[in-house]
């Protein structure tokens, strides 16, 4: 069993930048993939950025050049830096993990982009 707990969202407005935080309850380094997935009103859950364990990063299109992924072996954290932040890109962000094949989800952090 693996506990994700988020941190970072907000309330900010387009063209700002917000940090998210997932601590997990086992140590990074043994999770395959770390990601966020994010889910608007009225919308399918979608993936935003993945980070493998071999350091290989998959982006949304829509995101690729605004927001980073990285990971953090030594705090057990993955984060996602979004910049340049665009209404659209409000939602509830979920991180998750994959660990022999089971995947993890957070409770999810809310974000809110006004314009």
């Known amino acids: 069993q693996v506990q994700l707990v988020e941190s970072g969202g907000g309330l900010v407005q387009a063209g700002g930048s917000l940090r998210l935080s997932c601590v997990a309850s086992?140590?990074?380094?043994?999770?395959?993939?770390m990601g966020w997935y994010r889910q608007a009103p009225g919308k399918e859950r979608e993936l935003v950025a993945a980070?493998?364990?071999?350091?290989?990063?998959n982006y949304d299109d829509s995101v690729k050049g605004r927001f980073t992924i990285s990971r953090d072996n030594a705090k057990n954290t993955v984060s996602l830096e979004m910049n340049s932040l665009k209404p659209e890109d409000t939602a509830v962000y979920y991180c998750?993990?994959?660990?022999?094949?089971?995947?993890?989800w957070g409770q999810g952090t809310q974000v809110t982009v006004s314009s």
């Open positions: 998750n993990a994959d660990h022999f094949g089971i995947s993890y």
């Open positions: 086992t140590s990074t380094f043994r999770l395959n993939v």
């Open positions: 980070l493998a364990r071999a350091g290989s990063r």
